[in-house]
């Protein structure tokens, strides 16, 4: 269409600017269906070295639009030049999108009583005595003391709003686990209370 445009009629300057948009959009859809595809055909792990912090950026191809649609911004806070992990992409990408979704089903929640409120996410890594740390904050709906445990569970969901299965944790947890890792919940930030909840996760550093 750009192609077959007269450039000579004003009007059509603009059609050229939104199909020049439309074919940028079409090209970022593809490389975003080619990462899911890969994603979803993924058999068996495939255990080398890798680097978090690219695989959470990673990440943000996959879900950034969904977030955005939500009024929930993500920002990171990546240390640089922190050690490897043994570990596979696929998988760890699976992890942090399963984390990222599971704080914009809480902040949508909270948003159901404060619909002015900005979502807000934030993912940090660090490395300290042969371990990495993640961080996955958020400022969603939290999560209560008597549940922390229980979340981990296959199959039990406390937000009533969502559509899920309960799958998502369980799943991280086995991932994790296959890292020699660990995760839990915390509700507060170097000793402060926070409002929503903040995920946190130690990777042995790749030896
Ligand atoms: N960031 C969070 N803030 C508040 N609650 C959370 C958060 N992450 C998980 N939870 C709670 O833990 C429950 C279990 O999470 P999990 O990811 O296993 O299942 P799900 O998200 O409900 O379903 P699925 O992941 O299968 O779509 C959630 O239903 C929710 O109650
Ligand atoms: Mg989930």
């Known amino acids: 269409m750009v192609d077959d445009i007269n450039y000579e009629e004003f009007e059509n300057l603009q059609a050229v600017s939104e199909l020049l948009k439309i074919?940028?959009?079409?090209?970022?859809?593809?490389?975003?269906i080619d990462h899911i595809r890969s994603f979803s055909?993924?058999?068996?792990f495939f255990m080398k070295s890798i680097d978090l912090n690219k695989a959470i950026l990673n990440t943000k191809s996959l879900i950034g639009?969904?977030?955005?649609?939500?009024?929930?911004?993500?920002?990171?806070?990546?240390?640089?030049?922190?050690?490897?992990?043994?570990?596979?992409?696929?998988?760890?990408?699976?992890?942090?999108?399963?984390?990222?979704?599971?704080?914009?089903?809480?902040i949508i929640e909270k948003q159901q009583e404060n619909p002015d409120l900005d979502g807000n996410i934030r993912i940090s890594t660090s490395h300290t005595n042969g371990m990495?740390?993640?961080?996955?904050?958020?400022?969603?709906?939290?999560i209560p003391d008597v549940i922390k445990e229980k979340i981990f569970l296959k199959g039990y969901k406390e937000i009533k709003g969502k559509k899920g299965m309960g799958l998502g944790l369980s799943l991280?947890?086995?991932?994790?686990?296959?890292?020699?890792?660990?995760?839990?919940?915390?509700?507060?930030?170097?000793?402060?209370?926070?409002?929503g909840s903040n995920f946190i996760f130690l990777i042995p550093e790749e030896i």
């Open 23 to 32: 074919c940028s959009l079409v090209d970022k859809s593809s490389s975003i």
């Open 41 to 44: 055909k993924k058999s068996g």
């Open 65 to 106: 639009q969904q977030l955005k649609k939500n009024n929930i911004e993500i920002n990171f806070e990546l240390r640089k030049n922190i050690p490897k992990i043994y570990g596979d992409n696929i998988s760890i990408e699976q992890l942090i999108v399963n984390m990222i979704l599971n704080s914009k089903d809480a």
């Open 132 to 142: 990495i740390k993640m961080v996955i904050q958020d400022n969603g709906i939290g």
């Open 172 to 195: 991280v947890t086995k991932i994790i686990e296959l890292y020699n890792g660990k995760i839990w919940v915390e509700d507060r930030v170097n000793g402060n209370y926070t409002q």
